[in-house]
């Protein structure tokens, strides 16, 4: 450790804003701290998560122009990185149409609980040593039930604005939207049974233990990383991203449930949706990928809240690559996928974290629950490829 | 003060669920009225209850209700709400089962019992007794979910086969 | 009033409301909604006896209270896919309209 600044620097640089913000409360009257201190992290984290968000709009048009051979914006600013302020002034500056036929108010109402949900997920999310809005005793419980509030958000959307591409995309949604939760639910599970606790914080100390120099990352055992990957299919679903677009294919239904939004509820929406995703990305990084932990026993001296933050972009950096590279599911392939294919393998792998618990010797686990996850997956995805006819599709209503 | 707003907000939304003419708009009362009961057992305490509530009420019963409008064609006419004999009798049963109700809740011993301090019941508590107390009621509930599953299934497609 | 008394008072409320909504509309779906905001009157009783009773740390009510949504959501798809295959019948959901067993 002689080669970086002494111990306290770096305990001072990983604690930095949480000092920071104990700094700022102490100036304020005793009655008044909880409060202040709460406003002032749940502001840090608008403020950083929006802009994360509007660093996110300009690196995936960026990364999609380069995996689809052309130059993605370079216009505004340096590189184009200034994109998303003119996207923004944009935006603001259109004018607000609502649908004469549209439910005003419902209609007005749909993009505000939609922001208001995805933002309330980070009160749980620890993105560093120490920083955590609410540390709350059922923390993923709050977060999937406040995930669940943004389907409602996406049904008034949908309905209120009177179009049958709206209504259509908006139930599409739905139905992706409650088939993939239970899949992502069952692969929390699967940590939240190792862990032995709901709470974010403790799922993360759970984690912080290294052997040699390997982390003790729950994605680093055979059900962590089944889990990890049935849980990032997942979420790609729940926050509608491709290849589970059909909500808002463009080619089919124009925009889905936000047809009829323009304007700044239109860049609302958008803000939700990457917001949405984020909050995702950050439970599975608090859930498999051991949240602020660092990924190798001697690279602890780096804040905890850069880890956070790398994994995250490491994430969007899947995401964006997966957009550009997977065609669009189609209705049928996407509810079979889940129900017949996804969901089976969450439940198989619920019962490889059990074994996991209670087999005594390491190596006899390790075969076990590998053999257990790998072999449902061949037997299953075998199983379900023998029916395959792989010969033109018959529309039945266009007959 | 916290529970006053919020059982004002729940009652609230329980009138307008059914009072609005609109089928979607009473869904949208209702899911505040299901909000506004879930901040009311954050406020007694019983957190774990209170996700579960928003979880289970708003994420799936709200959202089945809603495509069971959709399915039922009740895309957003109103419905008309016709005054007519029933609602008056309708008005004494329902005012008398309150009057039992109010009555019994001033009169009975409990509601004058002194109110004890906050128990400090923990997640992992409600786990273990699941777990061990109440392991027997949890299967019998998995085995009426599954049952209710199966049987929700079979009733709305049964239907479709016939007509196809 | 003790704390006690308000939380059973909202719940007598909620139950008279559900009641209402039960007995004066026809729509089916609006019935059902009736019900279930019946059945939430009875959790809130569960949560309030448990959070004001003699016993809190026993957890009986709170564990009646997760039952009865768990019981609660099975009731509400049961209840939903009748009231489907009722208006593929009928075309209606207009529980007057069902009157094929009145004699």
């Not at chain 1, 604690?15 to 502001?43: C, N």
């Not at chain 1, 052309?70 to 944009?90: C, E, M, S, T």
Request: aromatic share 12%; proline share 3%; net charge neutral.
């Amino acid at each position: 450790m002689t080669l970086f600044a002494s111990n306290s620097a770096v305990e001072t640089a990983d604690q930095f804003f949480v000092l920071a913000e104990r700094w700022i409360v102490a100036h304020v009257p005793g009655t008044a701290r909880a409060l202040v201190a709460d406003v002032i992290s749940a502001v840090a984290l608008l403020a950083v998560f929006a802009s994360l968000f509007a660093m996110t709009t300009v690196l995936e048009r960026k990364g999609l122009g380069r995996i689809q051979n052309r130059y993605g914006p370079n216009r505004v600013g340096p590189f184009g990185i200034l994109q998303p302020l003119a996207d923004g002034i944009k935006s603001l500056t259109k004018e607000d149409i609502v649908p004469l036929a549209a439910d005003r108010w419902v209609h007005y109402f749909a993009p505000l609980v939609l922001v208001v949900a995805a933002f309330s997920m980070y009160a749980v999310l620890p993105i560093g040593r120490n920083m955590v809005l609410a540390n709350m005793d059922a923390g993923v419980l709050f977060f999937f039930a406040v995930s669940s509030v943004m389907e409602v958000s996406i049904f008034m959307a949908g309905w209120s604005s009177k179009n049958k591409y709206s209504l259509l995309g908006a139930m599409r949604a739905i139905a992706q939207m409650i088939s993939y939760e239970v899949t992502l639910i069952l692969a929390a599970v699967t940590v939240v049974m190792a862990a032995g606790s709901l709470s974010t914080v403790t799922i993360v100390e759970k984690q912080a233990g290294y052997t040699g120099i390997l982390p003790h990352w729950f994605v680093l055992t055979p059900w962590g990383f089944a889990g990890f990957v049935l849980f990032m299919i997942a979420a790609t679903a729940e926050a509608n991203r491709s290849p589970f677009d059909l909500p808002e294919g463009e080619s089919e239904i124009i925009a889905g449930y936000f047809t009829e939004y323009s304007g700044f509820k239109f860049a609302l929406f958008f803000l939700g949706e990457y917001i949405g995703m984020f909050a995702m990305s950050g439970l599975g990084i608090t859930l498999f990928l051991g949240g602020w932990t660092a990924p190798l026993s001697f690279l602890t001296w780096v804040p905890s809240y850069l880890w956070f933050f790398a994994k995250l972009l490491f994430l969007i950096a899947m995401f964006i690559w997966i957009r550009g590279t997977l065609p669009r599911l189609r209705m049928d392939q996407l509810m079979n996928f889940a129900w017949k294919f996804l969901l089976p393998l969450a439940l198989i792998d619920l019962v490889a974290a059990g074994l996991w618990r209670f087999l005594p010797n390491e190596a006899v686990r390790w075969i076990v629950c590998s053999v257990l996850v790998v072999g449902s997956y061949v037997l299953l995805g075998r199983g379900l490829a023998r029916g395959w006819k792989l010969e033109k599709r018959v529309y039945r209503f266009a007959e | 003060m916290l529970f006053t707003i919020f059982a004002i907000v729940t009652v609230a939304g329980a009138t307008a669920v059914i009072c609005l003419r609109n089928l979607v708009h009473s869904v949208l009362a209702l899911i505040v009225t299901f909000a506004g009961l879930a901040v009311v057992y954050l406020l007694l305490g019983a957190q774990f209850v209170g996700f579960a509530q928003v979880l289970v009420y708003i994420g799936a019963v709200a959202i089945l209700i809603v495509f069971a409008i959709l399915l039922t064609r009740n895309t957003g006419a109103d419905v008309r709400v016709s005054i007519d004999d029933s609602w008056v009798w309708s008005g004494v049963v329902v005012a008398g089962v309150f009057a039992v109700l109010a009555w019994a809740i001033y009169h009975s011993s409990v509601s004058h019992s002194a109110t004890l301090a906050q128990p400090a019941t923990t997640t992992q508590q409600i786990g273990n007794a699941l777990m061990q107390q109440y392991a027997l009621p949890l299967e019998v509930i998995g085995l009426l979910l599954t049952a209710a599953l199966i049987g929700a299934v079979t009733i709305a497609l049964r239907e479709q086969k016939e007509a196809r | 009033m003790t704390p006690l008394t308000a939380c059973l008072l909202l719940s007598a409320i909620l139950f008279a409301i559900g009641l209402t909504g039960a007995l004066v509309r026809r729509n089916s779906i609006l019935v059902l909604i009736g019900i279930e905001l019946m059945l939430n009157a009875a959790n809130l009783n569960f949560i309030a006896f448990w959070r004001y009773g003699p016993h809190p740390e026993a957890l009986t009510g709170m564990m009646f209270a997760v039952f009865s949504i768990a019981v609660a959501a099975a009731e509400a798809a049961v209840g939903l896919a009748l009231i489907i295959s009722l208006y593929r019948h009928l075309k209606s959901a207009n529980i007057d309209e069902v009157t094929s067993m009145s004699g």
